[in-house]
């Protein structure tokens, strides 16, 4: 999977795990957030964004973004799911390439495109349970800025 950063261009899961890491590094007085978010739309295809957002907190951060697409346009409830399990397994794959730096101790949230209101409120407990299950932090609108801002910005 290949992801955009808009200062540095095309960057392999690996050389983003790498930028993060020195990024933080630069700044060990520092507090940060690392965040993953998944968002998607359906067109003629369904078009799947996941976002890589590091945040040093009080004084902005950095992001990264990469695209899928897919032929199958799922119910809704399977597109949500995928949409977890996306961020799920970028999250995993940075937090296994942090490991060996000296950033291993991140914590990370997984931002998800639920929320009380709307649609999605049915699946809510469900798809937190999924994320809070493998270890991390979940974030439901309107606090998922990740999923639903970041992400969903560029599935237009």
Same mark, same amino acid.
């Given at each position: 999977? $290949?992801?955009?950063?808009? +200062? /540095? ?5 690996? *050389?983003?795990?790498?930028?993060? !890491? %020195?990024?933080? *590094?630069?700044?060990?007085? &520092? &507090?940060?957030?690392?965040? @993953?978010?998944?968002?998607? *739309? =359906?067109? #003629? #295809?369904?078009?799947?964004?996941? !976002? ?5 907190? %009080? ?7 990469? /695209?899928?697409? #897919? %032929? $199958?346009?799922?119910?809704? /409830?399977?597109? =949500? ?7 799920? *397994?970028?999250? !995993? ?5 942090? !490991?060996?730096?000296? @950033?291993? &101790?991140?914590?990370? #949230? ?28 979940? /974030? ?9 801002? @970041?992400?969903?910005?560029? +599935?237009?």
């Amino acid at each position: 999977m $290949i992801f955009i950063s808009p +200062t /540095k261009g095309k960057m392999t899961l690996e *050389q983003v795990s790498r930028d993060l !890491a %020195g990024f933080v *590094q630069a700044n060990p007085e &520092s &507090s940060f957030k690392l965040i @993953v978010g998944t968002d998607s *739309q =359906i067109r #003629e #295809e369904v078009c799947y964004v996941t !976002a890589i957002i590091i945040l040093r907190e %009080g004084k902005g951060g950095r992001f990264y973004y990469a /695209k899928e697409y #897919e %032929g $199958i346009k799922p119910s809704l /409830k399977e597109r =949500i799911f995928y949409e977890a399990s996306k961020s799920l *397994q970028i999250a !995993a794959e940075l937090t296994r390439y942090l !490991a060996v730096t000296e @950033v291993a &101790s991140l914590d990370v #949230e997984i931002h998800l495109d639920v929320g009380v209101h709307g649609k999605t409120k049915d699946i809510i407990r469900e798809v937190v349970g999924m994320v809070t299950g493998s270890g991390f932090d979940a /974030k439901i609108k309107p606090m998922a800025y990740g999923a639903s801002k @970041v992400a969903d910005k560029y +599935t237009k």
